[in-house]
């Protein structure tokens, strides 16, 4: 008897009918925010899952992002489709200049490079004028797609942040399927035997750097429209370390693994928030980055994979 075998295609069109049904289901405003922070997510795991390159300070191309975006939009009236990219382009210009100086060095000395220029860009960001300061960016217009299609409608924004996250996922996984993307996986898996082939693995980690830089960048102007706020915490170092649980909860190395773990992350901080654990949130998070550590290190989506492997 012939079976039907479930390809990733088709499980690709299954989850993307569910993203077009979600927002009559659950509250458009956070399915959007699962998909900032997926957006996020992914573009962190192209680095540390694909490249082993883990950096600390991711934080700071959100919000570059973010406040390019939310300025822009204040100040010039532009629409947003512009001001999403000009504030892409700005992290990924960020992430030009620190991948640059980062890159040179490996290991726990890369991770506190990025760490040490993210705090460099937290405390210009404090002082900066055009940021706002510890108050921010408030009431960021979302303005008109196009100049006709009003974003202030919830679910046009779903629509448009959906198609901003597909977008990103699409490149991320047009990039790891690449040579390019091969010559990433061989520098994670034994750096000094690709630098034997002859590839100047610093420049590739260099470019794996920008995009996900700008990437990065695209999902914090994409959240400062939605949320209209555009703040220091974008640039914090917790939200550094937030993406790191995201990738390491839903599967690293995986391309739906952060997808899953910015969804679970976003739904447990939503759900405890408002209730009587709230003040203890970051320690909840602390023992699930532990548990996930010890137990579960290859995270939701590769412990799902290495079951089926294993029964099917």
Not at 12 to 17: A, G, Q, T
Not at 58 to 82: D, Q, R
Not at 174 to 189: D, M, N, W, Y
Not at 194 to 216: E, H
Request: charged share 10%; net charge positive; aromatic share 14%.
């Amino acid at each position: 008897m012939k079976t039907t075998r479930f390809t990733p295609s088709k499980l690709n069109l299954v989850l993307l009918l569910l993203a077009l049904v979600a927002p009559f289901v659950l509250y458009p405003v956070f399915l959007m925010k699962v998909l900032c922070f997926a957006l996020f997510a992914c573009a962190f795991n192209l680095l540390l899952g694909f490249a082993g390159l883990l950096s600390f300070g991711h934080a700071v191309f959100l919000g570059t992002g973010g406040y390019v975006t939310g300025y822009l939009m204040i100040n010039t009236g532009i629409t947003p489709e512009l001001g999403i990219l000009a504030g892409t382009l700005a992290a990924g210009l960020v992430g030009a200049l620190y991948g640059k100086l980062a890159v040179r060095r490996e290991g726990i000395y890369f991770a506190m490079v990025t760490l040490a220029l993210a705090q460099l860009a937290f405390f210009f960001y404090l002082q900066a004028p055009f940021t706002g300061g510890e108050d921010g960016l408030q009431g960021v217009p979302r303005g008109h797609l196009f100049g006709f299609i009003d974003l202030a409608n919830n679910l046009q924004m779903y629509f448009f942040v959906l198609a901003i996250f597909l977008f990103g996922f699409w490149l991320i996984q047009r990039t790891v399927h690449s040579p390019f993307g091969q010559v990433l996986k061989a520098i994670r898996e034994n750096e000094p035997r690709a630098i034997s082939l002859g590839y100047n693995v610093n420049d590739y980690k260099w470019v794996a750097f920008i995009i996900s830089a700008g990437l990065a960048g695209l999902a914090g102007s994409t959240k400062t429209l939605v949320f209209q706020l555009a703040s220091l915490t974008d640039v914090h170092w917790h939200m550094s370390g937030e993406v790191v649980l995201m990738t390491l909860v839903g599967g690293m190395g995986t391309l739906f693994g952060p997808l899953v773990g910015a969804a679970a992350i976003v739904t447990i901080q939503n759900y405890l928030s408002g209730g009587e654990l709230g003040n203890y949130i970051h320690i909840i998070m602390g023992a699930i980055f532990v548990v996930c550590v010890l137990a579960f290190r290859n995270g939701i989506v590769g412990q799902f994979r290495k079951v089926l492997k294993q029964n099917f």
